[in-house]
């Protein structure tokens, strides 16, 4: 396994990519270079709902997009575990059973699961998942040391990246409705409590997603609290 030393210098190099899609690609082809990993699952994660949602896969074939993939994490222990203990994890027979769901159970041979948490700081932002590797690969906690190493480089790296600068300030408003949303309030309760209409609430909804780069209200919320904004 790679040493903490030849990560960091191997992770600068995805300075190069000319895009974020093509640093989101780098970052997985990287990861199968260093690693026994025979393809990449990059996921996005978003702490409101649990929810883990498809970015792309990288295998030797080349990209897929897996957008359509969405997953409570609690419902799949492994994915679980390592976002809440911020550390790589590993699974292979009986016990791959128990902790996957059968939608990463593609061909009759695959058997094992690692799971990479990226992490900005304290907060994870995504996973990567690999279900294919290697012959006779056996991670151990050596290896998942190296594993965890390699998310955290990322995140840091994702962190201080270009792509990555101060969004556009939000409005009180905007700010506020935010946060009901991390609370998990819902637009009819957020209204009654903030004496505006359901059609406002929306309305500073839309403009927080548009201000902040964002996907959807989850990717809004993974936003702001990676950024910190709000807790």
Request: charged residues 25%.
């Amino acid at each position: 396994m790679p040493s903490q030393h030849t990560l960091m210098e191997k992770i600068v190099q995805l300075e190069e990519a000319p895009s974020h899609e093509e640093k989101l690609y780098k970052i997985l082809e990287l990861y199968m270079s260093l690693y026994p990993a025979r393809n990449a699952y990059l996921f996005r994660y978003s702490p409101l709902g649990y929810l883990g949602e498809g970015v792309l896969m990288v295998n030797s074939t080349g990209i897929v997009y897996i957008n359509e993939i969405r997953d409570n994490v609690r419902t799949l222990p492994i994915i679980y575990s390592a976002i809440l203990e911020r550390k790589a994890k590993y699974c292979s027979g009986i016990e791959f059973l128990k902790q996957t769901s059968s939608k990463y159970i593609l061909t009759s041979n695959i058997n094992s699961m690692a799971v990479v948490p990226i992490c900005f700081s304290s907060v994870v932002i995504g996973y990567i998942c690999t279900t294919e590797f290697s012959k006779d690969t056996f991670l151990d906690k050596q290896d998942l040391s190296s594993l965890t190493d390699f998310g955290r480089l990322v995140g840091k790296y994702m962190e201080q990246s270009e792509d990555l600068k101060e969004s556009p300030n939000l409005s009180k408003r905007e700010l506020e409705v935010m946060r009901k949303i991390s609370w998990g309030e819902s637009m009819k309760e957020m209204a009654a409590a903030m004496d505006i209409s359901e059609l406002t609430v929306k309305q500073y909804v839309k403009s927080a997603i548009k201000k902040l780069g964002a996907h959807n209200r989850s990717h809004a919320v993974g936003v702001l609290l990676r950024k910190g904004t709000i807790s």
